[in-house]
C-alpha cells in the first residue's frame, strides 16, 4: 500500500502564488509517474500536472507557464508550485501515484482564489 498525504493549500488572492506538497510512504518502491490533479463540486476531476520517475513533465494546458511540478525521490515527495493563481484555479486538488499498474491517491487539499 502507498500512503499519499498533500498540504500546502490554503486561500490566496488572484495573482499569488502557493505550492503544494504530497508525501508518500508505505511501501513506495516501484512508485512510477506521480501527478496533480484537481476537482470542483459537480465537476470531473482533471489533471493538473504529471511526472514520471526521470522527471519528464506534462502540463494541462491552462496551468502550462503558471504551475511548476518537481520532485525529489530521496524526500519522496512531489511539489506543485501555482503562480499566477486566477480564481477558476479554486479546486480540491489532489496527488496520484502509479505504482506497478495501481493507482493511489490522497486525501486532497482546498485550493481557494478570492478575486
Known amino acids: 500500500q502507498v500512503q499519499l498525504v498533500e498540504s500546502g493549500g490554503g486561500l490566496v488572492q488572484a495573482g499569488g502564488s502557493l505550492r503544494l506538497s504530497c508525501t508518500a510512504s508505505g511501501s513506495i518502491s516501484g512508485i512510477s509517474a506521480m501527478g496533480w490533479y484537481r476537482q470542483t463540486p459537480g465537476k470531473h476531476r482533471e489533471s493538473v500536472a504529471t511526472?514520471?520517475?526521470?522527471?519528464?513533465?506534462n502540463y494541462a494546458d491552462p496551468m502550462k507557464g503558471r504551475f511548476t511540478i518537481s520532485r525529489n525521490n530521496a524526500k519522496n515527495t512531489v511539489y506543485l508550485q501555482m503562480d499566477s493563481l486566477k480564481p477558476e484555479d479554486t479546486a480540491a486538488y489532489y496527488c496520484?501515484?502509479?505504482?506497478?499498474?495501481?493507482?493511489?491517491w490522497g486525501q486532497g487539499t482546498q485550493v481557494t482564489v478570492s478575486s
Open positions: 511526472i514520471t520517475n526521470s522527471g519528464n513533465t
Open positions: 496520484k501515484a502509479h505504482k506497478l499498474g495501481l493507482t493511489y
